[in-house]
């Protein structure tokens, strides 16, 4: 391939990286306010690890893709510091309010906007965490090492990095395929109208991407639809093994291999992949 093709082809996958950023932030964004108040998030199993870890450190502890600081801010209770990254504004001032709503300061509650694949703090945490499964939404190997390699960069010597990913289920992927799901109705925190929630999912097995357009429902109160708001995420599945190789080649070493939070060992029928490891020094 000649210079010129081959410097047109890396601005095109440049710029195609912005876009998909873009589109990942926007998703987001668009779902801040109604974030908390999904079933998922309310009843997610997996604060009781990150507390008992951040008791166990204490102070600061740092967690990639934040969200809306459902599991900093209760780490931060306990650890007396927590800084919080995420891509999207929307997210960030959300979890600023609900921190400020928890009586904590700004300085103990940080929340920064940065990307985890090319974000530098200048500073080193004893305690990295992303809660729930954000790895999932780096769609590309390339941006799931550089997201690896900026927790390693932001761990002191011997710090402990601690999430999870789910585990990829053909069966239900396949069953769930092109279909529409009611995912749950809700009232708007501030609007106080009706929401109805939806899932659509596609699933492209040769990359292991899932498509899933969210639809937000406004209904009045005789459920008619006054308002429909489309966002899509893209999820990247990657199986444990290969999950587990990209760890140890980031310069990981595993503490624990879980199949859930409550430290069942990972095994067949495991629905999660949760692992507490130790960062490798490099000397
Ligand atoms: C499902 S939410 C999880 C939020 C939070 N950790 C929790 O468990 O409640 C995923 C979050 O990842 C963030 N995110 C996705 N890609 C990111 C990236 N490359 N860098 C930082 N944050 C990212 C999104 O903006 C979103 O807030």
Known sequence: ??????????????????????????????????????????????????LELAKQHGGPVLEFACGTG??????????????GVDLSTGMLDQARENASKQGLS???????????????????????????????????DEALRAALETVHVHLAPGGRFATAVPVPRMATMMAERDRLKFVTEIRHPTTGSRQAV??????????QVAIRRRIVETLDEDGVVTERQHSVQHIHYRHPAEMQ????????????????YRRTPFGNGSEYLVWVARKVDDA
Not at 198 to 207: A, I, M
């Open 1 to 50: 391939m000649g210079h010129v093709r081959r410097v047109r082809l890396k601005l095109h996958l440049t710029t195609m990286r912005g876009i998909m950023k873009d589109d990942a932030a926007r998703s987001f964004d668009a779902e801040a306010e109604l974030y908390d108040l999904m079933p998922s998030r309310r009843n997610h199993p997996d604060l009781e690890l990150y």
């Open 70 to 83: 459902r599991v900093l801010i209760p780490c931060v209770e306990v650890a007396g510091e927590g800084v």
């Open 198 to 207: 939806w899932n659509y999912s596609s699933f492209d097995e040769v990359t």
């Open 106 to 140: 700004e300085n103990a509650a940080q929340f920064v906007q940065g990307d985890m694949e090319n974000v530098r703090l200048g500073r080193t945490f004893p305690l990295v965490l992303m809660g729930g499964q954000p790895l999932f939404f780096l769609r590309t």
């Open 245 to 260: 190789r990209f760890i140890i080649d980031a310069g990981f070493r595993f503490e624990g291999l879980y199949g859930d």
